[in-house]
């Protein structure tokens, strides 16, 4: 892999994977997105203060027996409160996902694969109640996951729907960060053991799956202390 | 992170222990319910009545289920009236996330939002979660009536939301739902005494009052023994027709003989062979007595031996005609057990007494392989009584539980 300096201190960037685009620079908190060869300066990242989140850059955890390192992750808004996702790069692809994401708001943990590319389509189209039809190709990929949601319509209820915004990026991204664009996330209704979101963005719409699980499920190692805890 | 704000209600300070996650707080000062997700802090809730104090400490932590909870919420719930009553506590870890310990009637659950959202059969009143089916137990409307700590989502104090039950103790699946979501959890009953002791609630404990929905039965543990003794049962009808159909009766002995008209003479039978078969002896006799009775003794003597067995045997039978009718008193055979005699060839020495006028013929029959009924069904009785207490108190328990509900599959039978 090729290697970047920061454009900002000359300190050199970190992308331990192909799949990270973004990252910030470890020394002067610049944000930088790669393009083929050249590196973009897109601002400075604030410090988040997270003083209650075990989770860091660098932790290890487990899912279905594959180690995975969180190696960036994204705070995003919504109007009531916020939640974490963080960027995950597998030892080996798990179940055809290059990496994925671990989604954490309220105590809970969700494991979440490579999103699945779904047809744009307005956000505005659909609300809480209403059916997202997926293509017979995702539908497919996503019985490959769980066979429980192989003809089951039911399961890609919007239960919940709320727009959010990026505030905070760390580490490495897969894509480049963008703190105005704002994006809708429905949640549905999923079965019993996955868990499925659609994220409405600009350009493209993508279904996130995967499954929640208990803290001690993904076996995590170097985790941030919790002070006082 | 601690944060320090000011209460926009009565200028008094606050403290939100966990401000990266806690949504709302409530004043300690003037009881007012906070919003604190944002930069400006804003009123939910001006003021509370209905002060309740939290037997568990707010802000203290506890050992519970192999993690370290601290309490940092307090809810006082109702249903719709406000007349049914409820507490309910947040417990926090940094770690592991959100729990809550649920009070109602003195009975403890302790519940975790559902990882994902169960299959609802709304035809037949079941939910279906992580494979496991709840039955529907209660339908109704919830709200909050007093607030304390700090909470990750905004408290709605007063607004009503639905709630929907559904039980598989020791286990409850709930649902809350207003306009925005639906959330569900899943409860665990807990028994009192592991609250009183990870809570340090010694003294402090609320009576348990009826049976919670989910309460599992005290029953269960009497549910194997009853299932060990209904086979036990069983057992005991095997091995009865196992006899019957292994050892059959058989007689060994039979003989008519003219009543000897000398005074107590003796008659020696022919000799006959006592086997070593399973089940007792049984002798029967046998006259023709008409308002008299007979009178024998019989010595049935080992022949290699000279081993003698005595017993009496008699019959008698009277029978007139007055003016009710005609009447009978008494029988003319009469059965006799004898406790099991050793194998060997016998001979009986009978000897007989009698009333006037003296019947004709006695005649006397010696049987072996006879299987004792009443010993079968004494065990029988005896063994089938704990089963039917067992399912008649495990009965009488659930339908205690279901008392409560408006969906009780016992309803028709109690009205109808």
Redesign the interface.
Known sequence: MKDFLCPQCGAGLKFTTSYAVSTVCEYCRSLVVRHDLNIELLGKEAILQDDLNPLQIGTRGVFQKTGFVIIGGVRLNHHEGYWQEWFLQFNSPIQNSRYGWLAQAQGEYQFLFEPLELPVESASKYNVGSTVSVTDDVSKKLGTWTSSLLGDSSAFKIIDMRTAQMTHFVGQLPWAPDKDRKRTIAELASTDDAKLTIEFGGSKNYIYYGQVLNFEDFNFQNLKEVKGW | ?VKAITCPSCGGPVTVK?S??S?SCVCPACLAVLST?NESVSILVKSQSKKTKPIIELGKRYNFRGH?WEVIGFLVRSDKSGSYKWSEYLL???????RFLVCMDGHWSYVT?T?????VDTALNRA????KTYTLFHKGQVKNVFVLGEF???VKANEIVTAVDYINPPEMLSLEKDA???IWSIGEYVHKRDVEKAFKLAGLMPLDIGVAPHQPSPHNQDKKLASYVTWLVALVFLVHFGFLVAVPKRNIFEATYRVPLSTSPTITTAPFEISDKAGYIETELFAEVNNGWLETTVEAVEENTGEEYEFDQGVEYYSGYDSDGSWSEGSRTSDRRIAKLPPGKYHLNITTAWSYPSPTTFSFRVSEGNLSWGNFFFAFFLLILYPLYYFMRAKNFEKNRWSTSDYSPYWSQNDG
């Open positions: 992170m966990y990266e996650q949504l997700a370290d926090f870890n940094p770690y592991v996330g959100y939002k990882k994902s959202a169960p299959k279906t979660y992580l494979d990750y989502w905004r925005d979501e639906e």
